[in-house]
C-alpha cells in the first residue's frame, strides 16, 4: 500500500484530508506532519505523525526516508491576505514549501500534490468562466508564490520526471479547522456567525463572486487528482475546478432559508476586496472533468443544509 506524508496535517485542509487518506490507504499508511510538533487528538491518536517544517528541506527527507513514504500532499502555505501583511513569510513558506518537496521528490522518487487557488489569477485574467491556459499575472504576493509553484511543479515534471500534480482551489468552506487570513474565509464565517445567532458583518461587498467548494469535494478531488491515470492528464499544475460560484447576498439568503432571523451587514475591508476583485468571478472547470472526471457532489443549498446541521452540533445548539 502507497505510504503517504501530509505537510500541514493540523491546518483547514490538512486536518481533513489526512483522516480520508488515512480512511483510503490505512490509518499506518499516512503520516501526519506538521511544524507545531506534537500533534494533538484524533489526528495523533489516529496514525504515525512526526515535526516537519517544510521550508527545512531535511525535515521533509527525514520524514520521507523514516516512513518509506510514496506520495506527498504539500499543504503548507501563508493564505491570500496574511501573507500581504508580511510578504517575505509569504514567499518563504509558498515557495520554499513547494522547492523542497520537489527536490526531495526528486530524490526519494515520491509522487507531489500542491495545492494551487484561484489565487494565481489577478486582474488582467478573463474574470468569467476563466480558460485552464490564461494569463496569469496575479497582484498579491499569494498568488506570486501559487504561480511560481506551478511553473518549479511542470519544470520538475517535465525536466526530472517528477509526478507532480495539483488544483486550483477555490474558496473552500469547512466546519471542522477555521481558515486563516484568506480572501474567502468570509464564506466560512457567516455560517459560525448565523448558527451562534450573531450578526454577521461582512468584510466583501455585494456583487462580488467568488468560485467556491464544500470541503469533502475538495478531498475528493486531491485524492482522485492523485490516483488518475497518467496518461490522461494533459496538463497537470494546476487544474480549474469549482463547485459553485456566489456573491455574499446569495450565501446570506440560503442561510436565511434555515435562519429566518439571521442578520448581516456589509462593511468591506479594502485589501480583501481589493483582492476578491481580482479573483475570477467563475472559472471553466472542463479539463479536470475531462482529465480525471472531477465532478462536485454539493452546491451552496446542500452544503448550506450540511453546514448548518454539523455546525449546529459542534457548537451544542442540536
Ligand atoms: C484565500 O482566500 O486566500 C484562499 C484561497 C482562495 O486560496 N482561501
Redesign the pocket.
Same mark, same amino acid.
Given at each position: 500500500m502507497k505510504k503517504i506524508l501530509v505537510i500541514g496535517a493540523c491546518g483547514?485542509i490538512g486536518s481533513e484530508l489526512t483522516p480520508a487518506l488515512r480512511n483510503v490507504y490505512g490509518t499506518d499508511n499516512v503520516v501526519a506532519a506538521d511544524c507545531v510538533y506534537p500533534l494533538k487528538g484524533e489526528l495523533a491518536e489516529s496514525g504515525p505523525s512526526c515535526k516537519v517544517d517544510a521550508t527545512n528541506a531535511q525535515d521533509i527527507a527525514d520524514a520521507v526516508k523514516k516512513y518509506n513514504i510514496d506520495a506527498i500532499y504539500n499543504l503548507a #502555505?501563508i493564505?491570500? #491576505?496574511?501573507?500581504e501583511a508580511n510578504p517575505m513569510l509569504g514567499w518563504n513558506v509558498g515557495v520554499g514549501a513547494v522547492l523542497n518537496c520537489l527536490e526531495v521528490s526528486r530524490e526519494f522518487g515520491c509522487s507531489l500534490f500542491t =495545492?494551487s487557488?484561484?489565487?494565481a489569477f489577478g486582474p488582467d485574467t478573463p474574470h468569467d468562466m476563466t480558460p485552464q491556459d490564461t494569463i496569469q499575472r496575479p497582484k498579491t504576493i499569494?498568488g506570486v508564490t501559487?504561480v511560481t509553484g506551478e511553473l518549479l511543479s511542470d519544470y520538475y515534471f517535465k525536466r526530472f520526471g517528477v509526478d507532480t500534480r495539483s488544483v486550483r482551489? =477555490? *474558496?473552500?468552506i469547512s466546519n471542522v479547522t477555521l =481558515?486563516g *487570513?484568506?480572501?474567502?474565509?468570509y464564506a466560512v464565517e457567516i455560517y459560525y456567525a448565523a448558527v451562534k445567532g450573531e450578526k454577521f458583518v461582512c468584510p466583501i461587498a455585494k456583487g462580488t463572486f467568488?468560485?467556491m467548494m464544500y470541503m469533502p469535494d475538495a478531498l475528493k478531488a486531491a485524492i482522485d487528482l492523485m490516483e488518475a491515470d497518467p496518461s490522461k492528464l494533459v496538463h497537470r499544475n494546476s487544474f480549474n475546478i469549482t463547485a459553485m460560484s456566489f456573491e455574499p447576498d446569495m450565501i446570506y439568503n440560503e442561510i436565511k432559508k434555515h435562519i429566518p432571523d439571521f442578520q448581516m451587514e456589509y462593511k468591506f475591508d479594502e485589501l480583501r476586496q481589493g483582492?476578491a476583485d481580482s479573483?475570477p468571478n467563475k472559472m471553466d472547470d472542463s479539463c479536470a472533468r475531462k482529465e480525471w472526471g472531477f465532478s462536485p457532489k454539493y452546491d451552496l443549498a446542500s452544503m448550506t443544509v450540511d453546514m448548518i446541521d454539523v455546525l449546529r452540533k459542534k457548537l451544542g445548539q442540536a
Amino acid at each position: 500500500m502507497k505510504k503517504i506524508l501530509v505537510i500541514g496535517a493540523c491546518g483547514q485542509i490538512g486536518s481533513e484530508l489526512t483522516p480520508a487518506l488515512r480512511n483510503v490507504y490505512g490509518t499506518d499508511n499516512v503520516v501526519a506532519a506538521d511544524c507545531v510538533y506534537p500533534l494533538k487528538g484524533e489526528l495523533a491518536e489516529s496514525g504515525p505523525s512526526c515535526k516537519v517544517d517544510a521550508t527545512n528541506a531535511q525535515d521533509i527527507a527525514d520524514a520521507v526516508k523514516k516512513y518509506n513514504i510514496d506520495a506527498i500532499y504539500n499543504l503548507a #502555505a501563508i493564505l491570500s #491576505a496574511k501573507a500581504e501583511a508580511n510578504p517575505m513569510l509569504g514567499w518563504n513558506v509558498g515557495v520554499g514549501a513547494v522547492l523542497n518537496c520537489l527536490e526531495v521528490s526528486r530524490e526519494f522518487g515520491c509522487s507531489l500534490f500542491t =495545492p494551487s487557488s484561484i489565487g494565481a489569477f489577478g486582474p488582467d485574467t478573463p474574470h468569467d468562466m476563466t480558460p485552464q491556459d490564461t494569463i496569469q499575472r496575479p497582484k498579491t504576493i499569494y498568488g506570486v508564490t501559487k504561480v511560481t509553484g506551478e511553473l518549479l511543479s511542470d519544470y520538475y515534471f517535465k525536466r526530472f520526471g517528477v509526478d507532480t500534480r495539483s488544483v486550483r482551489f =477555490p *474558496g473552500l468552506i469547512s466546519n471542522v479547522t477555521l =481558515p486563516g *487570513g484568506g480572501t474567502t474565509d468570509y464564506a466560512v464565517e457567516i455560517y459560525y456567525a448565523a448558527v451562534k445567532g450573531e450578526k454577521f458583518v461582512c468584510p466583501i461587498a455585494k456583487g462580488t463572486f467568488m468560485d467556491m467548494m464544500y470541503m469533502p469535494d475538495a478531498l475528493k478531488a486531491a485524492i482522485d487528482l492523485m490516483e488518475a491515470d497518467p496518461s490522461k492528464l494533459v496538463h497537470r499544475n494546476s487544474f480549474n475546478i469549482t463547485a459553485m460560484s456566489f456573491e455574499p447576498d446569495m450565501i446570506y439568503n440560503e442561510i436565511k432559508k434555515h435562519i429566518p432571523d439571521f442578520q448581516m451587514e456589509y462593511k468591506f475591508d479594502e485589501l480583501r476586496q481589493g483582492i476578491a476583485d481580482s479573483w475570477p468571478n467563475k472559472m471553466d472547470d472542463s479539463c479536470a472533468r475531462k482529465e480525471w472526471g472531477f465532478s462536485p457532489k454539493y452546491d451552496l443549498a446542500s452544503m448550506t443544509v450540511d453546514m448548518i446541521d454539523v455546525l449546529r452540533k459542534k457548537l451544542g445548539q442540536a
